[in-house]
């Protein structure tokens, strides 16, 4: 098992472009996460599945959007980057909301300029 | 709204000492987290901790949770190099709210 992967590693972007990261599982996890990591600020949970077809919003998530169109797979977007979204981006996933440990991914180190 | 401090923020302490993290958290829950991160990588699962008087071990580090007090503690014995990394504790109400990490560095 590959676990939590998470595509790309780097990017860097100029103000106003837009981009997708992609997370992939293959653990069958019904859940979901979109984390971002700021130094001195821990995780903030930016968007969550609980199950193909279905989104919600966590505690930021202004400039996002996601979708999760394949059980498998979970797609952050950004519409047009701000340098407030320079950031280490976590993919996370686990069986069945928060009472389950959360398996995380490798992470996205983003740097809009 | 679900708050989760850690203190202290920053451990600098020399191989073969003792030390305790603290992670207070604001409303009730009853699972806690404990993860570790190395520099430049993810987040991996330490301890996850069930209910109040919850004790658990692995080599060097100790994590209880009192739900009571709304406390977790991971004590680390007698410190060794390995050990340095940010080390977070995690609350689950809805969703995982997450501490704002220790940064630990053991020193020779």
């Known amino acids: 098992n590959a676990g939590v992967t998470q595509t790309p590693k780097f990017r860097v972007l100029k103000t106003g472009q837009s981009m997708t990261l992609l997370c992939a599982q293959d653990?069958?996890?019904?859940?979901m996460y979109w984390y971002r990591q700021d130094p001195g600020m821990g995780l903030r949970l930016i968007h969550y599945s609980v199950g193909e077809g279905t989104t919600a919003k966590g505690e930021v998530p202004d400039g996002y959007n996601v979708s999760r169109l394949k059980k498998q797979n979970f797609l952050l977007g950004l519409e047009s980057a701000a340098p407030s979204q320079t950031s280490v981006y976590f993919c996370?996933?686990?069986?069945?909301?928060?009472?389950?440990?959360?398996?995380f991914g490798p992470g996205t180190r983003l740097t809009v300029l | 709204e679900l708050k989760v401090e850690q203190n202290p923020l920053f451990l600098s302490m020399q191989e073969g000492k003792n030390y305790t993290i603290y992670c207070n958290y604001s409303t009730t829950s009853d699972r806690l987290y404990w993860y570790r991160q190395d520099p430049g990588k993810s987040l991996e699962s330490l301890f996850v901790l069930l209910s109040n008087g919850a004790v658990k071990q692995e080599g060097r580090l100790m994590a209880s949770l009192d739900t009571k007090a709304r406390l977790s503690t991971l004590h680390i014995t007698a410190a060794v190099h390995d050990l340095s990394a940010t080390y977070f504790c995690a609350v689950t109400t809805n969703k995982l709210i997450f501490g704002t990490g220790t940064l630990l560095a053991v020193q020779p």
């Open positions: 996370a996933s686990n069986l069945q909301g928060s009472y389950n440990e959360q398996f």
């Open positions: 653990m069958n996890h019904e859940y």
